[in-house]
């Protein structure tokens, strides 16, 4: 008889499978979208290639930009313009890494050193400002005014989600719902526009539009659900980053909302 496979490796296996699925789906296109953003991290400023390239080649699943790739492809797209829109997100999502590793002044993502670690706070806020700009280029040069307005919004949200996180640093009053705001903001927000602008791409119907961001947002809050409980039970080899951090930093996130609720006195 073989050995029985625990519950959680079972899961987590079964997601990988899952994922990988999904990417394969769109291998080919993931392959543009990785050269465009070789393309578009070349600078004459030497600093700039070398400090974003560390966290590319870092790793990352690309999952925003997987998003963007099927979306389009699920609905029947056959032109190009996803893949420039795909690598479009994923630099506003490694710009807001490299400044969020600043703000939480950690040294470890994706199993590497930080870029802060290796070049400093103001080196690394610099080069993500320098992303930004290049996804804005990108989105210009798409040249549709919707695509623009979803992804800047977008980006206007993640940040006011971001400084949200920071108002309720350390604040053991942040019930449920405060929380569920600050993610919808800083994480769920660019899977809902990333979703979305597959379709829009598309020229599908607004309520199809609309039902892929409503999708983009749903699976945006469950990762980020899950990433803060791994925060608190994973292995670092898995996690890629310190274990308890987002403790060690105050944040409130819902293992701590609930811990709070649900225990006593004492517990507390």
């Not at 030497?46 to 990352?60: C, D, F, K, N, R």
């Not at 925003?64 to 389009?72: H, K, Y």
């Not at 310190?242 to 701590?256: E, N, S, Y």
């Amino acid at each position: 008889m073989s050995a029985a496979v625990p519950l959680e490796n079972q899961t987590r296996s079964a997601t990988r499978q899952s994922f990988e699925r999904l990417r394969d789906l769109v291998a080919n296109d993931l392959n543009g979208v990785n050269q465009v953003i070789v393309d578009h991290l070349q600078s004459s400023v030497s600093l700039i290639p070398q400090l974003a390239g560390h966290l590319v080649a870092s790793g990352g699943k690309r999952l925003r930009p997987i998003m963007t790739l099927t979306t389009a492809r699920m609905c029947n797209y056959q032109g190009q313009r996803h893949i420039n829109l795909a690598a479009c997100v994923e630099f506003i999502h490694t710009a807001t890494l490299l400044h969020d590793d600043v703000v939480d002044d950690s040294s470890l993502r994706r199993g590497s050193a930080t870029a802060n670690a290796v070049w400093g706070n103001k080196p690394s806020v610099l080069v993500g400002d320098f992303l930004f700009s290049r996804s804005f280029q990108l989105m210009v040069s798409d040249g549709s005014l919707e695509v623009l307005r979803i992804l800047s919004e977008a980006s206007a949200i993640i940040a006011e989600g971001e400084v949200d996180q920071l108002l309720i640093s350390n604040d053991v009053s942040t019930g449920a719902e405060a929380y569920m705001s600050v993610i919808q903001a800083k994480t769920a927000t660019l899977f809902a526009a990333a979703s979305e602008i597959g379709a829009v791409v598309a020229e599908r119907s607004a309520e199809e539009c609309a039902a892929l961001r409503t999708y983009g947002m749903s699976l945006g809050i469950a990762f980020q659900l899950v990433d803060d409980v791994l925060d608190y039970s994973a292995l670092q080899a898995d996690l890629g980053k310190a274990v308890g951090d987002d403790f060690r930093d105050g944040k409130i996130t819902l293992p701590i909302v609930l811990a709070l609720q649900r225990g006593d006195d004492a517990e507390r």
